[in-house]
């Protein structure tokens, strides 16, 4: 089944914001709430290797990125970042504590990664920065040269 245009668009945009405002939570927590040292040492305790710049990493990633979800800005570049954030995620923290994320497991960082890899496929949508600017260079190729 096809869903008509603004629909489709509309699912985009709720699904972009969603996973935008989590991951901006997720690397506001570790860059304010824990705090760099924070999660650094816990970095450090879980073998993450360059603990205090992975933390620094992560959390700028994770920042950043979520702003750009929200904004639709650089979606599959950004959503390439993300994945890669998940993939640390699951390999350093949760491959071992099974699915369910009460007990530490992996399905937050699973639906995480999947819903990003989703929006890498189908791109930011209408409704984002990456389609106002890919619009306007259709425009400005359209126009006549001058001389």
């Known amino acids: 089944m ?3 245009a ?3 668009d509309l699912a985009v945009l709720l699904a972009r914001v969603a996973l935008g405002a989590i991951f901006l939570a997720h690397g506001w927590q570790k860059l304010v709430t824990n705090g760099i040292d924070g999660t ?3 970095f450090e305790q ?3 290797p360059a603990a205090a710049a992975a933390a620094w990493l992560v959390a700028l990633v994770e920042v950043v990125g979520g702003a750009a979800l929200v904004l639709g800005v650089a979606v599959p570049v950004v959503g390439a970042l993300l994945v890669v954030d998940m993939i640390g995620a699951f390999a350093f923290v949760h491959a071992g504590a099974g699915i369910f994320v009460d007990q530490g497991g992996y399905e937050l960082v699973l639906a995480l990664a ?3 890899v989703l929006l890498v496929a189908a791109g930011a949508g209408r409704w ?3 389609h106002a600017i890919a619009r306007r260079r259709r425009a ?3 126009e006549p040269a001058t001389v």
């Open 2 to 4: 096809n869903l008509p």
């Open 6 to 8: 603004p629909a489709r």
């Open 40 to 42: 650094a040492a816990f």
């Open 46 to 48: 879980v073998g993450v």
């Open 114 to 116: 999947a819903g990003v």
């Open 128 to 130: 984002s920065v990456d």
């Open 140 to 142: 400005v190729a359209a």
